[in-house]
């Protein structure tokens, strides 16, 4: 291993300097220097390491203490979820007439083999999106074919659904 030493001049002269001071100073004098290098060091390490160090530290305990304050409190307070939502009764026709009427959404239900299919003429996306969610929650269908056009008005659709049971 090769160590690579630069030369500085400056700190060379800044050395030398140093030597010749510290060679001039009497034994009293170095003691006393020593002494207040101690306690400049001393400070230094209180007022710069330990104490920022403790105030971290305490810091930290406080938050730990407010987090585990706040999740025993979630924690009793239990599920902030909406309850259960009420199954639909009726047949699949009943059911998705019963719950776009309640969605301000006129819904034309039509038997098919294996469900049934409901014909939007027209609503807003976000009554029909609300819809189909509370559908899905709410009852045993499932969407199975979903057809969406848009129509000429801003966010209005008109839309087909075929529905599984």
Known sequence: MTVIRKHLPALDVALIRFDAWWSGLSRREHVMFGVLAALLAGLVLVFGVIKP???????????????ETLTARIRAA?????SATPRRQG????????????????ATPEAIPGGVRATIADGTYD???????????????RVRRLSIVRRPAAGRVSASVDFAQ
């Open 53 to 67: 160090l403790q105030s971290a530290r305490a810091e930290a305990l406080s938050d730990i203490r407010t987090y």
């Open 78 to 82: 239990g599920t902030l979820g909406a």
């Open 91 to 106: 047949t699949a026709a009943q059911v998705v007439s019963g719950s776009a009427s309640s969605f301000g959404l006129v």
């Open 127 to 141: 009554s029909l999106m609300a819809w189909l969610a509370d559908l899905s929650a709410s009852s045993d269908l």
